[in-house]
């Protein structure tokens, strides 16, 4: 059961509406200035009794510096307080906050569909997700917006942790090497060059073609992320003839810290190996021609 702030309980996720019937053409080029109040981007952030961790005040700080910009939180039957502390949120800017309730804890992956759906309710050019920790700044969505602008071919665009001289990349040196097993399982997978599948900063180009993506619940529950390039890349062999790797964007991010209190266990790389195998069975193997 789901219900949201200034709204009637509702029996399932929120449906879709509002989208862009297709993409920009590429001799047409994006509007510089926005009206005033128009949304060009909104940002869905998951949340799981992360009361202790979410920091309000960036919050407000992104909206205040982002007037095209407008986020939507997912409660996911959070335990601890952290419904006030959303509630509080939502009240220092109702117009350009919405709080999305689920009644029980159903994970980040339908938690995350659950908010890309919502947000693809209202006309918007650029869907995405990340993290409530803001491991990565909610700053980076800004030039993540600036690539789908510059390159109307491109449906994604994600944050890759690349340890290098001149970025601040803080992670766990055992989280850092897990991260690049199993970004080497998801290349093999996915049979493209993708470098970090996992980063929870994402932006999409709100089209149809995403509506589709999350449409339905996702088969992984742990490595979803990888899912969605899946999707996004059966519908690419489908109907278009643009190769995947040329319509997804990795963006090396400048900054990216670890924060403590992460809910990934051990065991859930595991589970997320497992995810991959059904991934590529699904997606990768019956899309082969016969």
Same mark, same amino acid.
């Given at each position: 059961?789901?219900?949201?702030?200034?709204?009637?309980?509702?029996s399932?996720?929120?449906?879709?509406g509002?989208?862009?019937?297709?993409?920009?053409?590429?001799?047409?080029?994006?509007?510089?200035?926005?009206?005033?109040?128009?949304?060009?981007t909104?940002?869905?952030?998951?949340?799981?009794?992360?009361a202790?961790?979410?920091?309000?005040?960036?919050?407000?700080?992104?909206?205040?510096?982002?007037?095209?910009?407008?986020?939507?939180?997912?409660?996911?039957?959070?335990?601890?307080?952290?419904?006030?502390?959303?509630?509080?949120?939502?009240?220092s800017?109702?117009?350009?906050?919405?709080?999305?309730?689920?009644?029980?804890?159903?994970?980040?992956?339908?938690?995350?569909?659950?908010?890309?759906?919502?947000?693809?309710?209202?006309?918007?050019?650029?869907?995405?997700?990340?993290?409530a920790d803001?491991?990565?700044?909610?700053?980076?969505s800004?030039?993540?917006?600036?690539?789908?602008?510059?390159?109307?071919?491109l449906?994604?665009?994600?944050?890759?942790?690349?340890?290098?001289?001149?970025?601040?990349?803080?992670?766990?040196? &055992?989280?850092?090497? #897990?991260?690049?097993?199993?970004?080497?399982?998801?290349? +093999? %997978?996915?049979?493209i060059? /993708? $470098?970090?599948?996992?980063?929870?900063?994402?932006?999409?180009?709100?089209?149809?073609?995403?509506?589709?993506?999350?449409?339905?619940?996702?088969?992984?529950?742990?490595?979803?992320?990888?899912?969605?390039?899946?999707?996004?890349?059966?519908?690419?062999?489908?109907?278009e003839?643009?190769?995947?790797?040329?319509?997804?964007?990795?963006?090396?991010?400048?900054?990216?810290?670890?924060?403590?209190? &992460?809910?990934?266990? #051990?065991?859930?790389?595991?589970?997320?190996?497992?995810? +991959? %195998?059904?991934?590529?069975? /699904? $997606?990768?193997?019956?899309?082969?021609?016969?």
């Amino acid at each position: 059961m789901i219900h949201r702030k200034a709204g009637p309980r509702q029996s399932e996720c929120p449906g879709v509406g509002g989208l862009r019937p297709e993409r920009r053409p590429a001799n047409v080029p994006a509007p510089l200035i926005l009206p005033r109040n128009a949304i060009s981007t909104t940002l869905v952030v998951p949340c799981y009794d992360e009361a202790a961790r979410l920091d309000p005040g960036a919050f407000a700080r992104f909206l205040a510096s982002r007037e095209d910009a407008r986020l939507v939180f997912v409660n996911d039957g959070s335990r601890d307080g952290t419904g006030a502390v959303l509630d509080g949120v939502h009240g220092s800017a109702s117009d350009r906050v919405d709080v999305v309730t689920l009644d029980r804890n159903v994970g980040k992956a339908e938690a995350v569909r659950c908010g890309i759906r919502r947000a693809l309710e209202t006309k918007v050019d650029f869907v995405g997700y990340w993290d409530a920790d803001l491991s990565t700044p909610l700053e980076v969505s800004t030039p993540f917006a600036e690539v789908l602008r510059s390159d109307p071919s491109l449906d994604t665009v994600m944050g890759s942790r690349v340890q290098m001289l001149g970025r601040r990349i803080e992670r766990l040196s &055992s989280r850092h090497y #897990a991260g690049r097993v199993f970004a080497t399982a998801a290349a +093999l %997978a996915l049979q493209i060059p /993708v $470098y970090d599948t996992q980063c929870g900063a994402k932006l999409f180009r709100a089209s149809e073609r995403l509506a589709r993506v999350f449409e339905t619940p996702f088969l992984a529950r742990w490595a979803f992320d990888v899912e969605i390039i899946a999707r996004f890349g059966a519908l690419t062999a489908r109907y278009e003839p643009t190769p995947l790797c040329e319509a997804v964007y990795e963006f090396p991010l400048t900054e990216w810290r670890h924060a403590a209190g &992460s809910k990934v266990r #051990a065991t859930d790389f595991l589970r997320a190996l497992g995810d +991959l %195998a059904r991934i590529r069975r /699904v $997606y990768v193997r019956s899309a082969r021609p016969s």
